[in-house]
């Protein structure tokens, strides 16, 4: 079968076509955001990609289209495709037909970490001998694949809340059915979808509706927005996590988080000894251990796997290290993440200037939904660079004058990058944040330091 994909180069669509790679399907796609890691994954699979969304690219017709939700009406590849009536379908609905439907689903959720969390535990069932079938939103480097069929019965996927096409406006994670689910946390983001928190809350009870009885919740003991969503309705048991009497609790926790010894109902179970950052990802690794004893891996065996756990592409990635300047890579999409970043990084490197450079580059972001909270959200860092989001008139340069450290707005990748060569100094950490391609910002630093003398 020749499958044709919209969008393949979304994090979530490229796991799509490696799945149907993996099944012997023929498979080619569309999109205009062609960059790494998604981009070379691609490649490397043998997928063929066309550049931009020319109906001709459904010329000859393909036997299935999977239409991602970037796809809009009025789209001249759309209205194509529903003029001459060609087959199509929604990423998530092909992948339940195709592969959840038979298999133990374990969905993670959540505002933020569901990628981090998501590459643990498709690790600790790996670790464990379960091969498990996994999709994550990210390239996990224990894996260097987002995506694969796996074994039965296991499949572990990123659960996200996003809506699933322009014909279908439910959250995709309505989809998966899953029998393990770990809800993470819940703030008010993608504000193109959703008109305000309670509309996230709505999907997230649909998801909870779909746990069956036999099945396992796995979520924060301190996140009130997940309270009120299980106190809309719940017919499953329950394993809350971090807090004292909490299922699952990290004691002994360094500051940075890269160490803590795990906690349940019967006493501690091991310690997880790291090279993560933060105490999100401490929550992380208890949701993910909680879950991988659902499906029968025992905690000791699970904090084991953490021991050897690699973290995911552009989550606090170090990019390179030259004249003593090191660069990260991370996939901020929300104050919250920022923040969190911005405490672990801080907690590791002590008092060494820390450069912040941020794209506003989702919606929520680029729109001035999180105005209020970037100022709190940056404070962690000496200096910061905004890059201006284009068509902005909201007033980024409000940001910048708020904060009580050196802070600018800049119009485009070059000139951060001419200011970075001129007053960073050895000893010096940017953290670059962005969950766009940023214009191969990293790329053309590293250049530029590889020159400084």
Known sequence: MHIHILGICGTFMAGIA??????????????????????TQLREQGIQI??????????????????????????????????????????????????????????????HGKTTTTSMLAWILEHAGLKPGF??????????????LGDEPFFVIEADEYDTAFFDKRSKFVHYHPRTAILNNLEFDHADIFPDLTAIKTQFH????????????????QDNN????????????????????ASWQ????????????????????GKVQWNLLGQHNVQNALAAIAA?????????????????FKNVKRRLEVRGQLHGITVYDDFAHHPTAVATTLTGLRKRVGNARIVAVLELGSYTMRTGVHRKTMVPALKEADIVLLAKPKGEDWGVAK????LNIPAQVFPDVESIVSEIIKNTRKGDHILIMSNTGFDGIHEKLLHALSKKK
């Open 18 to 39: 490696v799945l149907a790679k993996q099944q012997g399907h023929k498979v080619t796609g569309s999109d205009t955001s062609v960059y790494p890691p998604m981009s």
């Open 50 to 111: 066309q550049e931009g969304y020319e109906p001709s690219h459904l010329i000859p017709t393909p036997d299935c289209v999977i239409v991602g939700n970037a796809m809009k009406r009025g789209m001249p590849i759309v209205e194509y495709l529903l003029e001459h009536n060609l087959p199509y379908i929604s990423a998530p609905q092909w992948l339940y037909e195709n592969v959840l439907k038979s298999r133990w689903v374990i969905a993670v959720a959540g505002t």
């Open 135 to 148: 999709l994550i939103g990210g390239i996990p480097q224990n894996f260097n694949l987002s995506a694969r």
């Open 206 to 221: 649909h998801l909870v509706r779909t746990i069956p009885g036999n099945g396992l919740i796995v979520c924060s003991a």
């Open 226 to 245: 997940i309270k009120e969503v299980l106190a809309m309705g719940c017919w499953t048991p329950i394993d809350y996590m971090g807090v004292d009497g």
């Open 250 to 269: 990290a004691r002994e926790v360094k500051p940075d988080g890269s160490e803590f010894t795990v906690y349940c109902e019967n006493g501690a179970q």
């Open 292 to 308: 991988a004893r659902h499906a029968g891996v025992p905690a000791p065996h699970a904090i084991q796997a953490l021991n050897e």
């Open 399 to 402: 940001i910048a004058a708020a």
